[in-house]
């Protein structure tokens, strides 16, 4: 299959329709270009605070009612545009509220047959924390696909391997994220290309890029989009199977081989996946030894 990592910019809309052609002209390009799955990133959602005006667009609490009232009309959209063009598509993620006091941050897959499942974050961010008080989800999925096993974790949680280690059983991994800084883009693209070392698998990362200066939450925003594998047999020495550009809008795309995955977990040089399990839990076997 081939996989697609969205580098997507945030962008004004003054009715609902402007953000109904912007998606329909990606999910179009994408597919367009052969995509079988496309991954949107983290929070990429927040733009649609913008149908409710600027000053419910630069309120954190305010937006974040805003964007989740939109989220059944936005599943609708893109089960849509996953049947129409034969595509699954990782949905950028969203404040919902489910019931509860606070919001998740909730990723959504689609696929071309009308289905959706759903992603929560697990681990929040400090300013998702405090100021914004959005909260954690409570379980990991692994999705069973037409185009194999797929898990995803948001941004930060890919930076915690006992989650990536959860998931150990999935093909592709994907990892959508929203990272300001610079040192933030690499700190997730290194847990992504950490979890695809560890689980032999590949992990597709998305990124928002540029300014969304109407926006306290994701005014400045850091990435590209990127496609890791293990540095092993039958991938790149590197790991990395595709980048982007730094902050350049687009789709990254790579060619993704499931016997590939499956050959390198029986006949790797290394076996991380397999092995991890040769030692009992690490908290057990640790013994204090005073040096002083």
Not at 25 to 30: K, N
Not at 51 to 66: F, I, Q, T
Not at 178 to 194: D, F, H, P, Q, S
Not at 222 to 249: C, H, R, S, W, Y
């Amino acid at each position: 299959m081939k996989v697609a990592a969205a580098a997507y910019p945030l962008d004004w809309f003054d009715d609902w329709s402007a953000y109904v052609a912007k998606i329909t002209r990606w999910v179009q390009e994408a597919a367009g270009e052969g995509a079988d799955l496309l991954v949107f990133p983290e929070y990429g959602a927040m733009e649609l605070s913008t149908l409710d005006g600027a000053a419910v667009a630069g309120d954190l609490e305010r937006s974040l009612h805003a964007v989740s009232r939109r989220m059944p009309d936005v599943d609708a959209l893109h089960l849509r545009l996953a049947a129409e063009f034969g595509v699954h598509i990782l949905g950028a993620s969203a404040p919902v509220f489910d019931g509860g006091a606070r919001p998740v941050n909730r990723a959504a897959l689609y696929t071309p047959k009308g289905q959706k499942g759903v992603q929560d974050k697990q681990i929040m961010t400090m300013f998702e924390r405090d100021p914004w008080n959005v909260t954690n989800g409570e379980a990991l999925t692994v999705f069973d696909t037409t185009l194999g096993k797929i898990g995803v974790l948001i941004c930060y949680d890919s930076e915690f391997p006992l989650l990536g280690r959860a998931l150990a059983d999935v093909d592709v991994l994907l990892v959508p994220s929203c990272t300001e800084a610079l040192a933030g883009y690499w700190r997730v693209r290194i847990g992504a290309m950490a979890r695809a070392l560890e689980n032999q698998c590949v992990s597709v990362m998305s990124s928002i890029v540029g300014p969304a200066e109407w926006s306290e939450a994701v005014d400045q925003n850091t990435g590209m989009g990127g496609i890791f594998g293990p540095p092993d047999t039958g991938f790149p020495a590197t790991g990395v199977l595709a980048e982007g550009v730094l902050n350049k809008p687009g789709w990254t795309y790579a060619d993704v081989d499931l016997e590939a995955i499956a050959h390198v977990r029986r006949d790797g040089v290394v076996r991380n996946r397999t092995h991890w399990d040769e030692r009992p839990e690490p908290g057990k076997t640790v013994t204090i030894c005073p040096l002083r």
